[in-house]
């Protein structure tokens, strides 16, 4: 990931839950994430709330 252009670090804020469905042939795998947000402009998704 790019470094932040605004400071040393990201400041990462939450923004809202999504879910991601992932099939792989007969199966699907579920999950919920957090989508988080920069103020650069950056996004990451990590641990739901």
Do not use: D, E, P
């Not at 790019?2 to 804020?13: A, I, N, P, S």
């Not at 042939?25 to 990590?46: D, E, H, P, V, W």
């Amino acid at each position: 990931m790019k470094t932040c252009t605004l400071g040393k670090r990201h400041t990462w804020t939450f923004s809202h839950n999504v879910i991601i469905q992932q099939q792989n042939g007969r199966s699907i795998r579920i999950s919920k994430r957090g989508l988080y947000n920069c103020a650069c402009g950056a996004t990451k998704k990590g641990g739901a709330q």
